[in-house]
């Protein structure tokens, strides 16, 4: 007569784990689960910490420091000066000149790129013929490098150049103006070419914003009554306000900080007038060509906080509904 034991199951001679193994095997795989999960994100985070840290917070606190120096560039700073860059940066009128030319970019860029976008985004998003012609046209001025379109919209608005004698072959002799000498229309000459510049960018971003707007609800609104405008406004525009959100936000950013075409199109004797100046371009001809090094690095602070005061205002503010729409988690 044979007798089963203790850990020997009576079908088949399968033995069975004793009591408590089972658990403890989950356990163990649970953590084995989770350090290989910690160590997966380890391993692809820090190249990136290891980037971001070097290229970013490392010059950061390089210019912090050397931003209090009174320094040329030659040797290490040793003319400790405090906070004298910063104040005497607020107490220059071209720095001051400067930050003013910025907020004009700021608010002219959202005040006229924005419904011109909008506009045309609205257009090219009806079915025509050549719509894709229309769309890459409307996308060129932005793929082209700044320093071209600097180099071109210069030629273009030099007096006695192609605007000066279109207008005059028009009839609109009268109009023609020394558009990037005039201390008084050269920030709104620079404002257009930024616009025709940029406004390709807010276009196909509005685009792809109307993409993912349901056909349903606008066929329900049609069959409704609702006439095309009111399909706009009541429909496409609320659905579309994240992407205008989110256009707005790196709108602001890349016009605090807009250097290239500014440089490249503006003369510099105007420039040093503070006329056609932004903080970029200030920070570069006080600390480079200047040689304050110290100086420039403490433009090149206010700059990075104004941008990340701007930024954290706009998030909370404006990009919260947003950012908290998209972050989903389970309720108990």
Sequence with gaps: M????????????????????????????????????????IGLTTPAVVVYVMFVLVPMGFAFYYSLFRWRGVGPPTDFVGLNNYILAFQDPIFIDALRNNAFIVVGSLLIQGPIALGIALLLNRPFRGRRMFRLLVFVPYVLAEVTAGIMWKLLLTGGGTTDALLRSIGLGGLVRPWLA?????IWTLLFVLTWKYVGFA??????????????????AEIDGASWWQIQRHITLPLLGPTIRIWMFLSMIGSLQVFDVIWVTSVPAVR???????????????????????YGNAIAVILFVISFI???LFQRFLLRRDIEGAVTGRRG
């Design 2 to 41: 044979t007798t089963i034991s203790q850990n020997q199951s009576p079908v088949g001679g399968v033995t069975t784990p004793p009591a408590g193994v089972r658990p403890a095997q989950r356990q163990s795989s649970r953590a084995a689960e989770t350090r290989r999960k910690w160590y997966e994100i």
């Design 203 to 220: 276009i196909i971003l509005l685009l792809a914003g109307l993409s993912n707007v349901p056909p349903e609800l606008t066929e329900a």
């Design 182 to 186: 005039d201390l008084d229309i050269v």
């Design 310 to 312: 701007a930024a954290l």
């Design 272 to 294: 040093s007038l503070g006329a056609s100046a932004t903080m970029a371009t200030y920070m570069v001809d006080n600390g480079f060509f200047a040689r304050l090094w110290g």
